[in-house]
């Protein structure tokens, strides 16, 4: 550990709460340098929804590689980039019926979402966009602006500007929505109009807090009614993660602007994109660039996932049957352990559970990692634990994982019994 502590800034994170040396890892599982092997409920915070190392996306980018494909294409036409979107408008697009234009962005996904926020400005002519309570969107200027965790906006320097925000759903039982009409249609409500509303349908830094479908419903007609657009950012949630492909699509609405990225790529590779009806094609030609923005070795994994885990529900039905598997487990120590756990959060493959504070939180997700699971947690307390495992993961593998976390909970209960009595 001694090169990390001498030479790696103090800004790195995960190590923390992780303090081993991985390397290696298949598919839910990481294995240190000596091959000691963790389950990995925390899948690279969402960009390894397919597994470490997955044969059929390592075959393809192996076998490309092999043949001298292009790596880095700018923005130049290449046959990696043609098969990437044949293959997400053949098998995610055309089936649900959007209509969208893909524009590559640098392979981050706070790049994405400053793309976004841009496009909205740029195309309405308006500056403010409206953001919600617990969100997270990245963390350079313009994301950050419209990210709500202070730990996050305190590292910015300046004052951070150009952003409404408004209570998510559920927050504080306020009615943000019924507050945001009544703000367009008051001239002294101090609110600009807006040129965009951003948010997670499932916010998932900011707890696992999900939004209905009836409430995204509102939503999506107060901005119809107003002509503003309704930006989703789906980094974090999409790609399968909440069940659906897309975290917005069994709420029946269409966002004008999507942005992706972490498991876009299917293989833990850089890679964004915003997806933008194509009315809102405003861009000129190199507007918003990035050197990294034709990252062919990505397009790659990205279309072997989309063709291999897509083109039928086979996987679709995977990830609900494991999803209520995890549901039933969750429930299950909300009975065995009231003392610690308050609620269940999140939906599909995105779920937690919400502890009685950040510090119940903090020692089970480390009684997990003492006992050989990676995971971590969630909420502006981080007071929620947060399971992310790998989509792909075997109902047996989810049972190991599951048993891990139960032990720990049940220990940590054990304590808190103690210290109460």
């Excluded at 044969?55 to 393809?60: I, N, T």
């Excluded at 969100?135 to 004052?159: K, V, W």
């Excluded at 399968?240 to 709420?251: A, D, L, W």
Aim: aromatic share 8%; net charge negative; with cysteine.
């Amino acid at each position: 550990m001694d090169i990390f502590d001498k030479k790696e800034s103090n800004v790195k994170s995960y190590c923390n709460s992780f303090p081993v040396v991985f390397s290696r890892a298949k598919g839910c599982w990481l294995y240190t340098e000596n091959n000691e092997r963790y389950i990995d409920f925390l899948s690279g915070a969402g960009s390894l929804n397919y597994g470490h190392n997955n044969d059929q996306l390592k075959d393809a980018l192996l076998n490309y590689i092999s043949q001298d494909g292009v790596t880095n294409g700018l923005d130049m036409y290449t046959e990696a980039k043609k098969a990437f979107l044949t293959a997400f408008n053949t098998h995610i697009l055309s089936p649900r019926e959007l209509d969208y234009k893909v524009q590559f962005t640098g392979p981050t996904g706070t790049n994405a979402v400053e793309a976004a926020m841009k496009l909205a400005r740029k195309v309405t002519g308006r500056n403010n966009i409206v953001t919600f309570t617990n969100g997270f969107h990245g963390c350079t200027l313009g994301a950050l602006s419209a990210t709500g965790n202070q730990h996050h906006r305190g590292g910015s320097g300046i004052p951070l500007s150009g952003t409404t925000r408004l209570p998510f759903e559920d927050y504080a039982g306020i009615d943000g929505l019924k507050l945001f009409e009544a703000m367009l249609v008051d001239n002294s409500s101090g609110i600009d109009l807006p040129a965009a509303v951003l948010l997670e349908v499932v916010q998932g830094e900011g707890g696992l807090n999900v939004a209905s479908n009836t409430w995204l419903k509102r939503l999506s007609a107060i901005c119809q009614k107003h002509d503003i657009l309704l930006i989703v950012d789906d980094i974090q949630a999409g790609c399968g993660r909440t069940g659906t492909f897309f975290s917005f699509e069994p709420s029946g609405i269409t966002p004008d602007i999507v942005t992706l990225s972490k498991s876009i790529s299917g293989y833990g590779l850089p890679m964004a994109i915003v997806l933008l009806k194509p009315e809102l094609d405003k861009w000129s030609p190199g507007e918003h660039n990035g050197t990294f923005r034709g990252n062919n070795h990505a397009f790659v994994t990205a279309t072997k996932a989309i063709t291999t885990y897509w083109g039928d529900h086979d996987f679709q039905h995977h990830i609900h049957q494991r999803t209520d598997q995890i549901s039933q487990v969750i429930q299950s120590a909300l009975v065995q352990f009231p003392n610690i756990l308050v609620r269940s959060k999140g939906r599909g493959m995105m779920q937690g559970i919400e502890c009685a504070s950040g510090d119940i939180a903090g020692k089970i997700a480390q009684t997990c990692f003492q006992n050989n699971m990676v995971i971590e947690t969630a909420g502006p307390e981080d007071e929620v634990i947060k399971f992310f495992c790998p989509l792909t993961i075997t109902e047996s593998e989810l049972q190991q994982g599951l048993h891990i976390f139960l032990s720990a909970a049940e220990q940590v209960s054990q304590t808190y019994t103690r210290k109460a009595s």
